[in-house]
């Protein structure tokens, strides 16, 4: 399974566009990536997935170079509810088995 | 919109002692998920289920642990015998099974405190 890098935290300001990067240099042929929230006490809650180029959804984009060797999530005009941890996760699902790494601690400032 | 429903949201328990964890996945997924998150760390995967089996599993899913889907809509994780270091918020999620869709659904967790 491909091992991904992130930022421990990172600060913004409400209203700022916040790009976040993932670096899953072993990445496979075959593998997604997949971007997922997470606020304090509750559950991962998925935000976007793609396998290159770009992809964007009501909340925000994905960001894949060429060689897929990272990944940037972008967040348009963050706001305080947005503080939370964003996990950048590598596999395939055919393998039903998805790891999580160490995640960016997000925190939006007023 | 349907969601992973989780009990209990919180027990504790005495070191040594059996814990059930119980989930009910969304009605039409096919594939389960058991993660922990012990306080203040990263989200830790233990254990996958599909089609009434173990699917796969992490090194932390040893002997302690297990998992049964007793009646087609519960999904639970018994823990025989518990540790002080099994103390985490517990996690189940499901997934629908299309192809390359990998959205899992998260429920908002038990918190398991062994005393």
């Known amino acids: 399974l491909a091992k991904t890098t992130q930022p421990i935290s990172m600060d913004s300001y409400e209203g700022q566009e916040v790009n976040i990067t993932c670096s899953h240099n072993?990445?496979?042929?075959?593998?997604?990536i997949t971007w997922y929230q997470q606020f304090p006490s509750q559950g991962p809650r998925f935000i976007i997935q793609?396998?290159?180029t770009k992809v964007t959804n009501e909340v925000a984009s994905l960001f894949i170079p060429a060689d897929r060797k990272s990944s940037t999530l972008s967040l348009p005009r963050v706001s305080l509810s947005d503080t939370a941890v964003y996990y950048c996760?590598?596999?395939?699902?055919?393998?039903?088995?998805?790891?999580f790494g160490s995640g960016t601690k997000l925190n939006v400032k007023p | 919109e349907p969601e992973v429903t989780q009990t209990p949201s919180h027990q504790v328990t005495q070191m040594g002692q059996e814990v059930i964890l119980r989930c009910v996945p969304i009605?039409?997924?096919?594939?389960f998920y058991w993660y922990r998150q012990i306080l203040g760390q990263k989200v830790e995967f233990l254990v996958s289920?599909?089609?009434?089996?173990?699917?796969?599993k992490s090194e932390i899913f040893d002997d302690q642990f297990s998992v049964e889907r007793p009646d087609g809509s519960n999904f639970t994780l018994k823990i025989r015998s518990t540790k002080l270091e099994d103390s985490a918020m517990y996690f189940c999620?499901?997934?629908?099974?299309?192809?390359?869709?990998?959205?899992?659904?998260f429920g908002e967790g038990s918190r398991l405190t062994v005393l």
């Open positions: 289920f599909y089609n009434n089996e173990i699917s796969e």
């Open positions: 793609g396998y290159k």
């Open positions: 999620a499901s997934r629908a099974g299309q192809a390359n869709t990998g959205e899992l659904f």
């Open positions: 072993n990445i496979a042929t075959n593998d997604y």
């Open positions: 996760l590598v596999g395939v699902y055919n393998f039903n088995k998805f790891y």
């Open positions: 009605s039409n997924h096919l594939y």
